[in-house]
């Protein structure tokens, strides 16, 4: 299991560990800091975080950022890759395709998924993304590509 993924459990296990864990990650992945990931949850395939529409991260018309949401699609998808990367394989992102659908106006769920069936071998594996208004609309939705190898041994 990364560790990453055993920190999560082991941090959710306790009082304010959802908290500690988000803030932990943040500074594994620095840049991931500038969006404030609120860990919500982290399992095989499926992973859940809330990005808090606040000053630092909105544009010139008081929406999140694009790129912030991006930012928070790519925290989402990286706990899900610790959470699934099979024992003795690794992964790295490869691109990124997404569509921005509606306006960011509130606290966004970010959402990634996958499913099983993409682990089987080594290579690409696509990451269904989404950032989803408090309201239930979709603002962004797209594809993280990672891709998946054998650790050199």
Known sequence: MPETFALYRTLTSLPLGRKAFSFLFAQKAPYFWTVRPQVREVREHHAELVIRKRRAVQNHI????????????????????????????????????????????????????????????????????????EDGTVVVEGVITIYVSDRKK
């Open 62 to 133: 008081g929406t999140v950022h694009a790129i912030a949401v991006c930012n928070g699609l790519e925290a989402a998808m990286g706990l899900l890759a610790e959470a699934t990367t099979p024992p003795g394989r690794r992964w790295i992102p490869k691109g990124m395709e997404v569509a921005y659908t509606a306006k960011s106006t509130t606290d966004l769920l970010c959402t990634a998924d996958t499913d099983p069936a993409d682990w089987a071998e080594p290579g690409d594996v696509p990451v269904r993304v989404k950032a989803i208004r």
